[in-house]
């Protein structure tokens, strides 16, 4: 089976933020795992290059916008290797290969008769680059989200005619009720479409830095069209000379922020079905990370509002791994949740240096200490396998459905029985009496097969530091990373190797 992960792509006026490295690590979850089952996956992250805030910031720093999204897209091509993610290509929109492509749709879109000409007036925020609706104006004609104040458009467009798409869009939801997850994104989605649908913009005429619309090279594309499209492009050209899109569209999970649900939620399917192609399965919407401001309030973590973590000195100081894990265990996937160093060190600490590492050390420590290094073949203890051995089809289950925090849980159930297991074994007492030296090998056995199926499982999560215990577990051959050996199987009969700390304290 093939499957398709997309984040959003990054607008390249900011430099990267933890609530970017979220939407990364999330996506990254979901990639690792359906790899580990096996399955075909195609990885998509990128920039959002073109737009106003580019061609503003530009323009102060007497640049072309051209060498500001060279300049900062780098930036953003660090973020994904520096959280160890795995995506398959990075698109850039000021590539020629995804403008042409945008043309061709844009052509398609026009020939199948959803273009025509008007005169947009009405409240516009140029941080969203979004035209807002009345119903989605603050007080004070403000943004809800940037607070800032709106300004007032007038001018003569391209418009998308988004109101033909009334019926269909209602009938999508319907049809599909999975199509937005969340179901509180869904409904929030249905509401706007229940409020009925206007046309939107489809060019700007006062902006150069964009793709120029092909029927009309005095305007440029709306920048939210150019950069919802980066999702079909991409695939045509990700590998030179082969067309991927067959394989990999519609794609499976769109990873989003719940501030953008209103442009992939509704605008994207219509201007899919519009162009004639496939809508996507899922539309996957988290929360925001949130921080606490100057005024000790806890807010969107957002460079604008001054109030944010810098993942890059997190990554150096504990590790991707550990960022990776404190963003979904700490904020449950769907919801907003606070993130805070004190709150970071916390769950290092007790989670992943205690629970975790201190299980897969002390398992590993015992076999050196009672036996050598060997861990025997032996059947494994029937209650402990009857907890570890589901764990696999639970946590599947939550991944496709889009639950990466829900799946860790699961996980984490696993972590701790194997801990309580150690406690009520007590392998160190059962090591001083040399008539019980076949109970100790199904003790260590099952500890190191539980740990090892836990590891497996956690591998999406935590790739660095699982990858270097399994091959500890298993020294002598490759890893085995797949799916299918995440069952308690007690096949051993060889050393292991000694493990290094797995979390250490920072300094
Ligand atoms: N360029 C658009 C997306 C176009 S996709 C076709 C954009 N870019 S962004 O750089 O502003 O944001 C990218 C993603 O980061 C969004 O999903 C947004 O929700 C996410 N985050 C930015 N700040 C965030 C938090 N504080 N918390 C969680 N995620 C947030 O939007």
């Excluded at 619309?213 to 980066?230: C, F, R």
């Amino acid at each position: 089976m093939s499957r398709y992960v997309t984040t959003p792509i990054f607008y390249v006026n900011a430099a990267p933020h933890l609530g970017h490295a979220y939407t990364v690590i999330a996506s990254d979850v979901l990639a690792r795992h359906w790899r580990q089952r096996g399955e075909d996956v195609f990885f998509l992250t990128g920039t959002d290059e073109h737009g106003e805030p580019v061609a503003l910031a530009a323009e102060k720093l007497g640049v072309t916008p051209q060498a500001l999204a060279d300049q900062n897209a780098a930036r953003f091509q660090t973020l994904g290797p520096r959280l160890n993610a795995s995506e398959d290509f990075f698109i850039r929109t000021s590539d020629p290969r995804h403008v042409q492509r945008v043309q061709e749709v844009l052509e398609r879109v026009k020939a199948n008769g959803y273009v025509e000409k008007g005169t947009y007036e009405g409240w516009y925020c140029p941080r969203c680059a979004d035209f807002k609706t009345e119903s989605e104006v603050a007080e004070g004609n403000r943004c809800p989200i940037h607070k800032i104040e709106l300004t007032r458009e007038q001018e003569d467009n391209w418009f998308f005619k988004l109101s033909a798409f009334q019926e269909r869009l209602e009938q999508l939801f319907a049809d599909r009720p999975d199509f937005v997850m969340p179901p509180r994104s869904a409904n929030e989605a249905k509401a706007f479409i229940e409020r009925g649908l206007h046309d939107v913009s489809l060019s700007r005429s006062k902006l150069r830095w964009g793709v120029p619309v092909p029927w009309d090279t005095d305007q440029v594309v709306y920048v939210w069209w150019d950069a919802l499209l980066n999702y079909v492009t991409a695939l045509a050209f990700a590998e030179e000379g082969n067309d991927q899109t067959d394989t990999y569209w519609p794609a499976t999970f769109h990873v989003i922020g719940k501030d953008i649900l209103k442009f992939h939620a509704i605008y994207w399917p219509a201007l899919l079905m519009a162009a004639g192609l496939e809508v996507p399965d899922h539309i996957l919407v988290h929360g925001f990370l949130l921080m606490k401001d100057a005024s000790g309030e806890e807010t969107k973590m957002s460079k604008s509002l001054g109030n944010v973590l810098d993942p890059f000195e997190i990554i150096d100081k504990y590790g991707a791994d550990a960022l990776r894990f404190y963003l979904l265990r700490e904020v449950s996937f769907g919801q907003d949740g606070g993130v805070s160093v004190d709150g970071f060190v916390t769950r290092y600490e007790s989670e992943l240096a205690n629970d975790f590492g201190n299980l897969a050390s002390r398992s590993v420590s015992m076999v050196h200490r009672y036996r050598d290094g060997v861990v025997k073949s032996t059947s494994v203890d029937p209650e402990i396998a009857a907890i570890i051995d589901p764990l696999a089809a639970t946590v599947a289950e939550q991944i496709d459905a889009g639950a990466p925090s829900a799946a860790l849980e699961t996980i984490w159930t696993g972590v701790r029985r194997l801990n309580q297991y150690v406690e009520e074994q007590a392998p160190w007492a059962i090591a001083k009496d040399p008539e019980r030296a076949d109970e100790l090998d199904t003790v260590l056995t099952t500890l190191i097969d539980g740990v090892r199926v836990v590891a497996l499982l956690l591998y999406p999560y935590l790739p660095a530091s699982t990858a270097a215990l399994l091959q500890t577990l298993n020294p002598g051959s490759e890893a085995d990373f797949s799916y299918d050996a995440a069952k308690l199987r007690g096949e051993f009969g060889f050393a292991i190797d000694k493990l290094e700390p797995m979390f250490p304290k920072a300094i």
